[in-house]
Structures are given as C-alpha cells and as structure tokens.
C-alpha cells in the first residue's frame, strides 16, 4: 500500500510539474452514506462524514486531474443473523480511512466537471473491540472506483460521488466477500 502511495505522490507532483493551464487547491467536507456489502452487515446505508483537501490541476482547456487525500469514516451495522464466526463483530462497525483519490476531470463547461478514477485506502482507525482470537476483521487498504460531478461555482465547489469498493475488506476468512460502496455528497472551498 506504501508503495500505491508512493506512485500516487509521484504522479501528483510530476502533473504540478506540468501543468500548464491552472492550478487550484482546496478543502472539502460532506457527509457519507455507506454500507459494507456482505452477509455478515445490514444493507441499508448508514450516515457518517468525511473531510479534506484536494487539487485541480487543468493540462488543458477542458481537462484535467483532481487528486485528493480525505479522512472518510465508513460506518455499519451488524446483521442480526451471523455465522458463529462473525459473532464477534460490535454491534456498530466504524472504520476510518485515509482515501487517496486521483480522479481524472472533464469539465464541458466551466459551471460543471465531470470526475472518474480509483481511490486508494489506508485503514487508520477501527473499533478496538474487532479482535477475535488474535485475527483482524478488516483489512489494512481498500481499493475502489469514484465516479461523481461537480458544480463549480467562484470559488464554491458542490459534488456528488459514488465510490464502489474493488476489494474484499475481509480479514476473518475467505467465507464471505465484503465490499464497500459509498454516497458522498459535500462543499468545498478553492483558494
């Protein structure tokens, strides 16, 4: 995973290095709608938040990259059914990520962008009541796929996500597949 950050860093600084057209940066703030695909969660969405700073860097008049490092808090529940090895699992599962999206931006008109590309997670937070005889439910990283738009106004930014989990998250056994997916709507602020 140090290394997926690593290439991410590189990247970002060799398009600053390059970027010819604009360069912004910013912070952003929104809430969450998650859940954790798998029979072991409820599949409803839960609420929680997320928080950051981001860049958008324009390589031409209507493209661009938007790399970004956001704390995002997923959090869910339990299923009230689990298999004997899930029942261990708190009743509320709140999982902390350090998210490195590097998302590629296409906007038709000033007004609007349109965003795509992966996202790289660290897990740097979870609850401390998640271990079971010495094995860690979750995963240390989560890889995903962001697709969203954005109303770029002055200097407000108004966006809309989905984030759909790539990998499985789980670390108990290889029973069961659990999967993220994610709502984030936020504002942001450009410098």
Not at 9 to 30: D, E, M, P, W
Not at 36 to 49: A, E, K, M, P, V
Not at 85 to 90: A, F, G, K, R, S
Not at 101 to 120: E, T
């Amino acid at each position: 995973m140090r290394k997926i950050l690593f290439v991410a860093l590189l990247v970002f600084s060799g398009t600053l290095l390059h970027a010819q057209t604009g360069f912004r940066l910013g912070v952003k703030a929104g809430a969450n709608l998650n859940k954790i695909d798998g029979q072991s969660f409820d599949q409803g969405f839960n609420f929680s938040y997320h928080a950051g700073a981001f860049a958008e860097i324009d390589f031409a008049k209507r493209w661009g990259i938007q790399p970004e490092v956001i704390w995002s808090q997923t959090a869910t529940k339990p299923a009230t059914n689990l298999d004997a090895i899930y029942t261990t699992l708190p009743t509320n599962v709140k999982l902390d990520y350090l998210m490195v999206p590097i998302l590629l931006r296409y906007s038709p008109i000033g007004l609007l962008s349109f965003v795509a590309g992966p996202q790289f997670g660290v897990l740097i937070n979870k609850n401390e009541n998640l271990l079971s005889n010495g094995q860690q439910a979750f995963k240390s990283g989560d890889f995903s796929m962001v697709l969203g738009a954005q109303v770029n106004l002055k200097v407000l930014r108004i966006y809309g996500r989905y984030n759909i989990g790539l990998q499985n998250i789980n670390d108990f056994t290889d029973q069961q597949k659990w999967n993220t997916q994610q709502v984030q709507l936020g504002l942001g602020l450009k410098f």
